[in-house]
């Protein structure tokens, strides 16, 4: 059987939540979501698992994983993304990386919006740049749809994995904004040689 005719599993860790998906088609055979602001490094792929034993499919009947890439939380980005990589590659099946952008559904006439920290929300224009604005200023200039809850978000990044067609990229995390943690500043420690 085709790696695109298995099971797809989808999922996402981008920002305040752990969420996994598995299709079939375009049904889903199983899903799990857990709200966590922190945790999602322990929990991503013992969730997962749960995911494929509730469907009853072993990890070498999934044909492909689409990842959510972001933007969104910086650590959370980076432990979806090394997770799809890793398992990508011990089972020799493909990694998409599928942007929020492209996992979201703007109502009529509204702009896809993605909820940034300190009241901002990322915006990408048609060129696909992207672009971080006040959440007011956005919200003035009209209407937004901003992303589904993470069970929805999950599936949505597996049917994009879903409709991906070769040749495909090595997922990275989506990043707009540096990470808010920044190096020490302090002066490194003098490394005395006793030999």
């Given at each position: 059987?085709?790696?695109?005719?298995?099971?797809?599993?989808?999922?996402?860790?981008?920002?305040?939540?752990?969420?996994?998906?598995?299709?079939?088609?375009?049904?889903?055979l199983a899903?799990?979501?857990?709200?966590?602001?922190?945790?999602?490094?322990?929990?991503?792929?013992?969730?997962?698992?749960?995911?494929?034993?509730?469907?009853?499919?072993?990890?070498?009947?999934?044909?492909?994983?689409?990842?959510?890439?972001?933007?969104?939380?910086?650590?959370?980005?980076?432990?979806?993304?090394?997770?799809?990589?890793?398992?990508?590659?011990?089972?020799?099946?493909?990694?998409?990386?599928?942007?929020?952008?492209?996992?979201?559904?703007?109502?009529?006439?509204?702009?896809?919006?993605?909820?940034?920290?300190?009241?901002?929300?990322?915006?990408?224009?048609?060129?696909?740049?992207?672009?971080?604005?006040?959440?007011?200023?956005?919200?003035?200039?009209?209407?937004?749809?901003?992303?589904?809850?993470?069970?929805?978000?999950?599936?949505a990044i597996?049917?994009?994995?879903a409709r991906?067609?070769?040749?495909?990229?090595?997922?990275?995390?989506?990043?707009?904004?540096?990470?808010?943690?920044?190096?020490?500043?302090?002066?490194?420690?003098?490394?005395?040689?006793?030999?």
């Open positions: 059987m085709a790696s695109s005719d298995r099971p797809i599993l989808g999922f996402d860790t981008s920002a305040a939540h752990c969420a996994a998906v598995l299709l079939s088609g375009d049904r889903i899903q799990r979501t857990e709200e966590m602001t922190r945790g999602q490094a322990e929990r991503l792929l013992p969730l997962i698992e749960d995911v494929l034993a509730e469907a009853g499919v072993a990890w070498g009947e999934v044909g492909r994983l689409g990842v959510g890439t972001g933007p969104g939380n910086f650590t959370g980005l980076r432990i979806a993304v090394a997770a799809a990589r890793g398992l990508a590659l011990a089972l020799d099946i493909p990694a998409i990386g599928v942007s929020t952008f492209d996992a979201i559904t703007p109502e009529a006439g509204a702009r896809a919006a993605i909820p940034a920290p300190r009241d901002q929300v990322y915006l990408r224009d048609a060129a696909g740049e992207i672009t971080l604005h006040p959440r007011d200023e956005a919200e003035a200039a009209g209407p937004l749809t901003f992303p589904p809850e993470p069970g929805i978000l999950a599936a597996a049917r994009a994995a991906a067609e070769p040749p495909f990229t090595v997922p990275a995390p989506l990043y707009v904004r540096p990470a808010d943690a920044a190096p020490a500043r302090d002066v490194p420690p003098r490394i005395l040689d006793d030999a």
